[in-house]
């Protein structure tokens, strides 16, 4: 009789395995041991961003002459998974790398480029993009913060909230009202947050998981910014920028989905064996044994649409329904997945020294962020 192989993705060609190690590395070394104090800080050491720098994860598939990696998206999904697997959720790479650097490479003019995304690549910069605010979330054509022209500046007033890396961040792009209302009145500033007048950070607020990610509220009261560091040319592009780009920050959210469901089940399984109840190992229960035979099969068909996804982004294919396929059916599956191997876990599973509790609570913000489900299969109906 045969027996199962393996799953290993098409992407994960011998060209992205080292890169898939090094992070594997940089996680189990730097991130995962200090988890529980990053936890009570409700943020991860400044320095870790240095040293992800140091190690060439940041960036990573930014060309070489403006300080990245050189890779595609197969390097940065390596990334992100091997996070995912880690069962890391406190430190903010996906915002960083897989969302702003891209923008100011793919809009932003060559001084731009050249002016921040080295920072950005050896960590002297981190970023974050202000998307959010409190009377607008999914629906980005409601937000309220205006930029008005003063001269060579411009003066920026609102405010945002939910801001990963919003502690540490001093490189965000700002999503403004440049001017009137709808989609033709948006534009994305980015600003220098040291030392910048008119700029500050609200409380960190207090989430039911991701303890250790920084998350904060912004404030900008006559906040001046060079009218220079609009991003890109021409006002009003930002909307567009928004829409071309979200379909990467969803599919950057379904691998860590993805990830984080794998490493449970891996972490239940190894649990089920070794835990016992009236004299035998729960695994051999049939109940039990149901349940991960319904998990890792689940997790095993999202990772083969996952990977599906991932090829077409490579080849610059994915287009915006599929990507929202791709958040919303990968998001929804971690979080049952993750429910199903707590209960597993029994009692230990609901305490926060066990990592699947810290999954189980840091899981359930995955199909609110980045456009809520609901939002997905609005999107996704729209094209039927």
């Known amino acids: 009789m045969l027996t199962p192989q393996p799953y290993e993705s098409a992407w994960m060609t011998e060209d992205v395995k080292p890169v898939a190690d090094l992070a594997r590395v940089f996680f189990a070394n730097e991130v995962v ?47 992100i998974w091997e996070q995912g697997m880690s069962t890391d959720d406190s430190f903010g790479y996906v915002v960083h790398s897989t969302i702003v650097a891209p923008y100011i490479y793919k809009y932003g003019t060559e001084d731009q480029k050249r002016k921040w995304l080295p920072k950005l690549a050896t960590g002297e910069l981190v970023g974050a993009i202000a998307m959010t605010e409190p009377g607008a979330g999914s629906d980005l054509q409601g937000i309220r913060t205006t930029a008005k022209r003063d001269g060579d500046h411009y003066v920026i007033n609102g405010s945002k909230t939910f801001i990963t890396n919003g502690s540490h961040a001093n ?34 607020l207090q989430k039911i998981g991701q303890h250790g990610q920084d998350t904060r509220e912004l404030f900008f009261a006559d906040m001046k910014v060079p009218t220079e560091n609009l991003l890109g040319t021409e006002e009003g592009q930002g909307f567009i920028q928004l829409m071309e780009e979200l379909p990467q920050e969803r599919l950057g959210i379904a691998i860590s989905a993805v990830s984080s469901a794998q490493a449970a089940t891996e972490l239940t399984i190894e649990y089920a064996k070794q835990r016992e109840a009236f004299g035998k190992p729960i695994l051999n229960f049939q109940n039990t044994g149901f349940v991960l035979a319904e998990v890792t099969t689940e997790v095993m068909a999202a990772r083969a649409f996952l990977d599906y996804c991932i090829g077409l982004h490579i080849q610059g294919k994915l287009d915006a329904t599929t990507a929202s396929r791709a958040k919303y059916f990968c998001t929804d599956m971690q979080v049952s997945v993750i429910d199903r191997c707590v209960q597993i876990f029994g009692g230990y599973g609901y305490m926060t020294e066990y990592p699947i509790a810290r999954m189980y609570a840091g899981a359930r913000v995955q199909p609110i962020y980045g456009g809520t489900n609901e939002v997905m299969k609005v999107l996704i109906s729209r094209t039927l």
């Open 33 to 79: 041991p200090h988890l529980d104090r990053f936890g009570e800080n409700h943020q991860v050491d400044r320095e870790v961003w240095n040293k992800a720098g140091e190690a060439g994860l940041l960036c990573i598939t930014i060309p070489e002459e403006f300080g990245g990696g050189g890779g595609d998206f197969a390097q940065e999904a390596a990334v």
């Open 171 to 204: 490189l965000i792009i700002v999503v403004t009202r440049t001017g009137g209302e709808g989609a033709k009145g948006i534009s994305l500033i980015i600003i220098e947050t040291d030392g910048l007048a008119g700029f500050e950070r609200g409380r960190v």
